[in-house]
Structure formats: C-alpha cells, structure tokens
C-alpha cells in the first residue's frame, strides 16, 4: 500500500469512527440515518443504496448537522444544501427524515398516547398452520 | 477547498478556520461536516508526531472528542487567538493528558498495592515483624478488596477469553496487539484492529462496571 493510499485509510477510518460517535448525538444528521436503519432494518451498504450514496460518502454525510425542521423553509434549505453537496434525491432525504420524526414523536408521546396507538394497530392473525 | 493536510501558508489555515468557524455558527448544515474533512486527520498527525508511542486508540479518542466539544460549543474558540487547527490540537491534547493522567493513577494504584503485598510476605518471621502489625492489617484489607475485584472480574466474563481480556485491561495494558493477539486478530490492519480491540475493551468496562455498581 503507497503512503498515499495508507494515508487515505487513515482517514477514512477516522471518519468512520467519528461518524459512528456522531450517531449518538442528536445534532448530527448520523443520529437520525442510525434510527432510520434500526427502523428499515437496513445495514450501512443498505442505507447507501437506499440514498443512492457509496458506502464511503455515508460519513460524511452523517457529520452534517442534522436539517432543521423548526419552519418548513429552513428544512428545505438545509435538505437543499444537504442534497446537492452529496448528489442525493431531496424527496428521498426528506421522506427518511419526515419517518424519523415521526418515530421520535411517537417515542416522545405519553404512555397513554402510545398505548391508544398500540390498541388502534390492525390485528394481524397468525397465519394458519 | 478541503485540504487534508495544510501544506499552505498558516495564513490559507486560518482564512479557512474562520470561514468553516462562522458558517458554523451560521447553522450551515454542511459545516460540521467540512470541518471534520478538513481537521481531524491534521489534529491526528499532531498528535502522533507528539505521542509516537501511545495507543492510536487514545489519539483518535482525543482527536473526535476535541472535534466534538468545538462542535457542542463552537463560541469556545475565539478566531482572533490561535487558529483553528491549533485550537483543535491544543484541545484534543489537553483529553490526552487527561486520558494519560487517568491510565497512570490506575497504573500507579495497581503498582501500590503490589508493594504493600510484597513488603507484607517480606516481613513475614521477622524479629521486627510487630512493627507491621498495622500495615498487615492495612494489606488483609487490600486483599479482601483485590479478592472482590477478582470475583467480579470472574462474574463478568462470560468465557476463559475474556477472562483473560479482563487481567489485561485490570492492569493497565494499554497495547493493542497485546489484546490483538489474545483476540487472534492480529493479521487484520491495524486500524481494524484498534476498532475490534475497542469494541471489546468497552463491553468488558461495561459489564465490570455492573458488576462492581452491585457491590457499592
């Protein structure tokens, strides 16, 4: 391996760690694709597909302040300036988020709310032996 | 402009450390991210020309909580100082010390106590042995308390492998390949080494943890 390409894996790999630190803080966009992934039950080259990213641009993209949905325009400004930095389909990125917020919302209700939710799902019947 | 590494002028580091800084503060979603492109593997190199001999785990811990505590609390760094690589590298090793100062007490308490051990078997049919009457008492206490640390260190290994993981975080080892090897991990690179190594050092902290907050 070159210097060159030894120094780009240092970097990469730091950029990993720190991105996957990142999942534990909420400001970071990488809290809310880690949610999405336990949601969809997607691993990262699954999330990557999903965005239409290659795995390595997951980093950095997982390091950008995650969009701010105080007023609808600086969401869409922050989705913008998100989606044209990394190439990715702004309907894509703000339906991930939208499913998010809706996840933590949902977390966030009072346990009265939740179990009115529970109660109020459709019955699935075990299928038959 | 994304360098990786400022081989321009101080003065081309600094313009870019305010820009980054005040789009920051300006909210702009992409600056945390630019910022950890442009800084951490500078603030890392820093670190490892200075600390060529500690753990690459430790350096990289610095160096992410340094980027990490800026971008908590970016009013912290004050543009017209020092520049924001320097603001970094002074941050991410003030951690380090920290991390170091820490290791070193622990290391030091275990060095302790070996001592009092020794010099406890040592005066064992001696003439002047009464003299020792207290320190011996002070050392049974020692031993009951390595004797639980023990027990615990039992409890929370699930098999002989971390069994072993655990003496070695117990004193103070701070080498990767000294866990690589345990691990048998040691034809992976080196980073993916650290990463594994890592994973497995915070699990056993945690399940030590446990087992001591159910003795306190």
């Given at each position: 391996m070159s210097h060159q390409e030894d120094s780009d894996k240092s970097k990469a790999d730091l950029l990993n760690l720190t991105r996957r630190k990142a999942a534990n803080r909420p400001f970071f966009l990488a809290a809310a694709l880690e949610i999405f992934c336990q949601l969809e039950q997607l691993d990262q080259a699954g999330l990557a597909a999903y965005l239409k990213l290659?795995?390595?641009q997951l980093d950095l993209l997982g390091l950008c302040?995650?969009?701010?949905?105080?007023t609808p325009a600086a969401f869409q400004r922050d989705i913008r300036l998100i989606c044209e930095r990394f190439g990715i389909a702004p309907l894509q990125l703000a339906r991930l988020l939208r499913r998010v917020a809706a996840y933590e919302a949902l977390q966030a209700a009072p346990p009265t709310l939740n179990n009115f939710l529970m109660a109020a799902r459709d019955y699935e019947e075990e299928p038959d032996e | 402009m994304q360098p990786t590494e400022f081989n321009q002028s101080d003065k081309g580091e600094r313009e870019l450390g305010i820009e980054l800084h005040q789009r920051l503060l300006a909210a702009d979603p992409l600056a945390s991210s630019d910022i950890a492109d442009a800084y951490l593997t500078p603030v890392m190199n820093a670190l490892k020309l200075k600390?060529?001999?500690?753990d690459p785990t430790l350096l990289s811990d610095s160096a992410t909580e340094a980027y990490f505590n800026y971008v908590d609390r970016p009013s912290s760094f004050d543009p017209a100082g020092r520049s924001l690589l320097g603001y970094l590298k002074m941050s991410a090793e003030g951690d380090l010390k920290n991390a170091l100062a820490k290791l070193k007490l622990e290391a030091a308490r275990l060095v302790s106590l070996d001592t009092v051990v020794e010099l406890s078997d040592s005066y064992?049919?001696?003439?002047?042995e009464e003299e020792f009457i207290g320190r011996q008492a002070a050392t049974e206490k020692i031993l009951a308390w390595r004797a639980q640390q023990a027990a615990d260190m039992e409890l929370a290994a699930d098999t002989p492998l971390d069994q072993q993981l655990l003496e070695l975080l117990l004193v103070g080892e701070r080498r990767t390949q000294a866990y690589a090897r345990l691990l048998q991990i040691?034809?992976?690179s080196p980073a993916e080494q650290r990463q594994i190594v890592k994973r497995h050092k915070d699990r056993l902290r945690v399940r030590l943890k446990r087992r001591q907050a159910q003795h306190s």
């Open positions: 290659e795995p390595g302040r995650r969009p701010d949905s105080t | 600390y060529p001999f500690t064992r049919n001696n003439p002047i040691e034809d992976l």
